[in-house]
């Protein structure tokens, strides 16, 4: 699964001094985006865990996203962008500076190929492209994330992935100007990418390239997924998705459950007993009780093990030096 978070700036972590009210009132006027300051970030991610936003705003279009991009590289603000909230795990103490909810929602369908802003959500992705009997992106209904999130990490699920189908990205550039990627040039691996190396570089939207398809038959692999994640997956409770990357050759899941750490918790979070690569926060913990189970959960791995758990969560906000 994808970390959603389709943008984050270097500087987003560093203390800020900007005039969050004179850049609200600034972006309304310019842009046209409503803002909030002191936004409690928790109700914006699928861990339900993070304080607030110095400064929080919500776009609903390419044209807002750019805009507001432009705008905060222009003034030197520190800059988060979200999607869904899935697979990061925000600060108690919050972000500093601008955070933008990407709600960029536009798509179509041209011929074979599926167009989609950054913002659309990948279970949608997967139930517009079966309606219009194309093939391909079913593994999306088991991302909670959306495009932008999952070009940026080359989220998948169920044996597939974003590279297998990606035929380019939309990206905006470092220096303001706008360019249609190949997937080629986005250095796609196991969920990674050079965009995660670039936080400079912005998904506004992505071309999916795919094949028709009867739609009754692509509605069967979508219940066939559905029903495998009710199964395997502890849905309705507060998590982050999948909180480490396989191992080559292995299952970090399988990992955690051989050294006996399903049910395991700290302060309000807990090694699901579903499924031992979820963290869920089925206790109303913090972002720092998140942290702190996987942190205890890596160690124990190693030491039982020799296998390094690498996070596939990505923490963001004004955290604490680990030890």
């Known amino acids: 699964m994808s970390p959603d978070r389709t943008a984050t700036d270097p500087a987003a972590s560093e203390a800020t001094s900007f005039d969050a009210l004179a850049l609200g009132t600034a972006l309304q006027r310019r842009i046209g985006v409503k803002t909030s300051r002191d936004e409690p970030l928790a109700r914006f991610t699928t861990m339900r865990v993070g304080g607030p936003a110095d400064l929080f705003a919500t776009v609903h279009n390419v044209h807002e996203l750019r805009a507001i991009v432009r705008f ?5 603000i520190p800059l988060t962008i979200l999607g869904r909230g899935s697979d990061v ?3 108690d103490r919050g972000i500093r500076g601008l955070v933008v909810q990407n709600r960029a929602e536009g798509s179509r369908i041209e011929g074979d190929r599926y167009v989609a802003e950054s913002g659309v959500p990948m279970a949608r992705a997967a139930t517009e492209t079966q309606k219009a009997g194309l093939t391909g992106l079913e593994f999306g209904l088991a991302i909670p994330g959306s495009v932008g999130g999952a070009v940026w990490a080359n989220a998948g699920a169920h044996d597939a992935d974003v590279a297998s189908i990606l035929e380019s990205a939309d990206l905006l550039l470092a220096d303001g100007t706008e360019a249609r990627v190949p997937a080629a040039e986005l250095e796609l691996r196991y969920r990674d990418s050079r965009l995660k190396h670039h936080p400079d570089e912005v998904v506004l939207g992505a071309t999916f390239r795919l094949a028709p398809a009867d739609p009754a038959t692509i509605a069967g692999r979508l219940d066939e997924i559905r029903r495998w994640r009710r199964e395997h997956q502890p849905l309705g409770i507060p998590s982050a998705g999948s909180t480490f990357r396989n191992p080559h050759g292995d299952s970090a899941g399988r990992l955690i459950d051989s050294i006996g750490w399903k049910g395991r918790t700290h302060g309000g979070a807990t090694v699901s007993e579903k499924h031992a690569n979820f963290i869920v926060n089925d206790r109303k913990g913090s972002a720092a009780d998140v942290r702190g189970l996987i942190d205890e959960v890596a160690s124990a791995v190693a030491a039982a093990t020799g296998v390094e758990l690498v996070e596939e969560i ?9 030890p």
Request: glycine share 6%.
């Open 72 to 76: 905060a590289r222009a003034r030197a």
């Open 89 to 91: 795990v925000i600060a």
């Open 314 to 322: 990505v923490f963001l906000g004004d955290w604490e030096p680990r």
